[in-house]
């Protein structure tokens, strides 16, 4: 997948001129003090938001013309606060698909987070933050996009968790996905992007 900012401008905030490729198999740094719009930046790109100017092109097509729930099944965000849903880890993962699916899928997707399957079972609210955090990776994965956006996704971690999260990353680009990680910590930039832009 290729995923492209072309001189992207925000309607809130100062950010302006954007303009990024992010690649399947790739994992970009997002780099920034606080408030300087990286996240609004990430919303802009799945819609949640729509930019003041420029475009957002995935695989070719400007994402005004893709239906906002197809663009979210391609592009996955995982916010910097992982919302879990009232219920197990198996009814956080199942709320985003547009019908049942059977433990395997899901199972597969925690398994491409580290988490064992066993975890579908267990109220998602007793997780760790690092569990949480994984889990709301799992969540997205299991639309199967092609890009995932990750705001801050180490922010509350312990250092042991956020290197669980930091492996992840890297495996989940690995794997061909097309990865854009937003960080205030130029340390981390450093440590696990291919290409850091830096705001």
Do not use: C, W
Not at 108 to 130: F, V
Not at 165 to 194: F, K
């Amino acid at each position: 997948m290729e995923l492209r900012l072309e001189d992207v401008a925000l309607a809130r905030g100062s950010l302006s001129g954007i303009s990024l490729t992010l690649r399947g198999g790739e994992l970009t740094a997002l780099a920034g003090p606080s408030g300087v719009g990286k996240t609004s930046l990430l919303r802009a790109i799945v819609r949640l938001d729509e930019p003041a100017g420029g475009r957002v092109v995935v695989d070719g097509r400007d994402a005004r013309e893709l239906d906002p729930r197809a663009l979210r099944r391609r592009v996955g965000f995982v916010a910097q606060s992982p919302a879990m849903l009232p219920g197990t880890v198996r009814d956080n993962l199942a709320y985003a698909l547009a019908a049942p699916e059977e433990r395997g899928p899901l199972a597969e997707a925690l398994r491409a987070t580290g988490l064992p399957p066993e975890l579908l079972h267990r109220d998602a609210h007793r997780l760790s933050g690092g569990e949480q955090a994984r889990v709301a990776v799992a969540r997205a994965l299991t639309r199967d996009p092609g890009a995932l956006l990750l705001d801050e996704p180490t922010a509350a971690l312990d250092p042991d968790a956020t290197a669980t999260v930091e492996r992840l990353l890297g495996a989940l680009a690995a794997r061909g996905l097309a990865l854009l990680v937003v960080t205030h910590d130029a340390t981390q930039a450093e440590r696990i992007a291919d290409h850091t832009v830096r705001l």
